[in-house]
């Protein structure tokens, strides 16, 4: 949420005062993004593969920002002001949604298709998920377990919908288990589910080693 914290200092006791705002947090933004650290694959979206041991602009305007993870296959992304979504980084298993097979050359921001994408999007090894305004739950990547939660087992390459309505903008669950991907997203009604390979009842749906290529809501 919005918040501004102000301090106020006084040397005569409440008659006059010297302030100034201390902390600011605007979450509708737009914010400036600045990058820093290993860029092995282009990863801080700057152009080159140089690592950064200092911050160092990205170029936008952006609303938000979720970094990605998983060594060594490394993606970021964001959100634009205008609700477009870029992409950037090593795209495995097409996890970046552009459309392309997997590959490394992707150093700089590069729009994904569509409009009105908010929230965090999340991108977690192969898979990605991002949301949009109205609602619905798009993802992109490996799908070998079902863990890109379309009903099928194909890889995606380009943002496909997750079957459902109302999923939460506050997406930022998503996990890697040895032996096969599992999802989690949670609803505005605050219901959560899951879906994936359920690698030692990782989904918590009461069961084990299971697999389930659509959302099922955890009990």
């Known amino acids: 949420s919005a918040l501004q914290v102000f301090r106020f200092l006084s040397v005569d006791s409440g008659l006059t005062y010297i302030g100034w705002e201390e902390m600011k ?4 933004g737009p914010f400036e993004a600045f990058m ?14 140089t690592n950064r ?10 609303s938000t920002l979720m970094l990605g993870s998983g060594y060594p296959t ?11 979504l870029w992409a950037w980084g090593y795209n495995s298993m097409g996890a970046l949604g552009h459309n392309t097979a997997e590959s490394s050359g992707n150093t700089s921001p590069k729009q994904v298709s569509g409009a009105t994408w908010n929230g965090y999007p999340v991108i977690s090894y192969t898979i990605s998920q991002f949301t949009k305004n109205d609602g619905t739950l798009w993802a992109a990547g490996e799908n070998q377990d079902g863990a890109i939660g379309d009903n099928t087992t ?39 589910w899951s879906w994936g390979r359920n690698k030692d009842g990782s989904l918590g749906l ?3 080693d299971l697999r389930y290529s659509s959302p099922v809501q955890i009990p």
């Open 53 to 62: 041991s200092s911050p160092t602009q990205l170029s936008g305007s952006w």
């Open 154 to 192: 194909v890889q995606r390459s380009s943002p496909t919908q997750i079957p459902g309505t109302n999923w939460s903008s506050g997406l930022r669950a998503h996990t890697l288990n040895k032996g096969g991907l599992g999802a989690f997203a949670i609803k505005t009604d605050g219901t959560l």
């Open 206 to 208: 009461n069961q084990s």
């Open 25 to 28: 947090n605007d979450p509708a």
């Open 36 to 49: 820093w650290g290993w860029n092995i694959y282009g990863e801080l979206g700057l152009n080159d593969t």
């Open 74 to 84: 490394w993606e970021n992304a964001g959100i634009k002001s205008g609700g477009t």
